[in-house]
């Protein structure tokens, strides 16, 4: 799963420079209703922020298996934390954790990548407006798997049966 979380971050990457050199001076960063901008910012603001957001995004998705180890338990929100945190059971915690994170990193960075096309055909298109109804139909696939990917979550770190 962290050779795919690689490649959808690479990915996006790419895009980011593909549309740095794609887009006009000024772009639309933010669209209001009916896929309208309502805020406008330099392409190299928009490349500055996308390559900020998405290169902490990747280091903290690809490092998130050593995450449960070096957070106070206090601040660790884990279910069943005290059964996951002995000693015995931490390199299955850090298994267990660093792929469900990465599966979620490959989601946002494949969400990121259509919501980064459907803002560069918006830019590209006179007049600049998104495709609302494409943006609405990614978004909530996107908030159903995240639902999905989070009941998963929740069932993966339960205590299992043989452990009692």
Known sequence: ??????AAFAANIILIAISFAM??????IHFGGGGRPDSWASKEFDAAVFLVLETTFF???FYAGVL????SRKFLNLPNKDYWL???NLALLQRKFG?????FGVAIFVFFFVIKLLALQANLSDPVVLNYIWFMVVFVNFMI?????????VQGFQVPRSAG
């Open 59 to 61: 280091a903290l998705f």
């Open 86 to 88: 002995r000693e015995e």
């Open 1 to 6: 799963m962290r050779k795919i979380l690689i």
């Open 23 to 28: 887009l006009p001076d000024q772009v639309a």
């Open 145 to 153: 798997y995240t639902m999905w990917w989070l009941f998963r979550l």
């Open 99 to 103: 792929y469900y994170m990465a599966e």
């Open 68 to 71: 449960p180890l070096g957070v």
